[in-house]
């Protein structure tokens, strides 16, 4: 089965800095790799998804890349604010079953 | 709007005790996920459903069952509660594997063994 790795398990930034977390994945049929955040007390939500057809995607101050090759994806978050400070997980996902294989997660701190 | 919804915020069961964990999605979606989170462990699959009486075992699905009547609904059972099974539960749904998109989470459920 897949084995989704991640690091750094937790990181602290001052506002305003740029924050980058790493995945990597063990199957190469993975081809679906979501991000979520999960703030205290609450549940994990989707912010951004990449599929392998696309090496980057970015929406406003968070971007997420892709090298197929490699098998690693990458989620960076550039002007962090205190409202980014959360649980960070990302996950791979194939299109034969739609499990997701979840990584342990970056707890990301902004400080103001 | 895409809404799962747990049956309880908080639960405290006794060991031994046998434990129902309720999911209910509104969104008719195929797939349906019971996830375990535990500090530093992450989220791991302990059942998935891909259609009614359908259900697959995850990663660690040792001490639980699962049940899915209907398409909505999908249930998470501890046969026989134990301290080691205190945690976080959330359940999560997707559309299905073709279309291959994002899995919404319910809002947690956490229990307390004791």
């Known amino acids: 089965g897949e084995n989704v790795e991640q690091h750094p398990s937790t990181l602290s930034v001052q506002e305003g800095d740029s924050a980058v977390i790493k995945c990597t994945y063990s199957?190469?049929?993975?081809?679906?790799f979501p991000w979520y955040k999960q703030e205290l007390g609450k549940r994990p939500q989707l912010i951004i998804d990449?599929?392998?057809?696309?090496g980057e995607k970015k929406d406003q101050r968070i971007a997420v890349t892709l090298n197929k090759t490699a098998k690693h994806f990458s989620l960076h978050i550039t002007e962090t604010q205190p409202e980014d400070s959360a649980v960070y997980f990302c996950?791979?996902?194939?299109?034969?079953?739609?499990?997701?294989?979840f990584g342990t997660g970056t707890s990301l701190t902004v400080i103001p | 709007d895409v809404k799962v919804t747990q049956s309880s915020r908080y639960l405290v069961k006794r060991t031994g005790e046998k434990v129902f964990l309720e999911c209910v999605q509104d969104m008719d979606h195929e797939n349906m996920f019971w996830y375990r989170q535990d500090p530093g462990l992450g989220l791991r699959l302990i059942y998935f459903s891909y259609d009614v009486k359908m259900k697959e075992k995850g990663d660690i699905p040792e001490g639980y069952s699962v049940s899915r009547e209907k398409k909505e609904r999908f249930s998470l059972i501890l046969e026989s509660a134990s301290t080691n099974q205190t945690s976080m539960y959330l359940c999560?749904?997707?559309?299905?594997?073709?279309?291959?998109?994002?899995?919404?989470f319910g809002q947690g459920t956490r229990l307390t063994v004791v």
């Open positions: 999560a749904s997707s559309v299905d594997a073709i279309l291959q998109t994002e899995a919404f």
């Open positions: 199957d190469s049929a993975s081809n679906y």
């Open positions: 990449i599929r392998s057809n696309v």
């Open positions: 996950a791979a996902s194939e299109d034969t079953g739609n499990q997701f294989y």
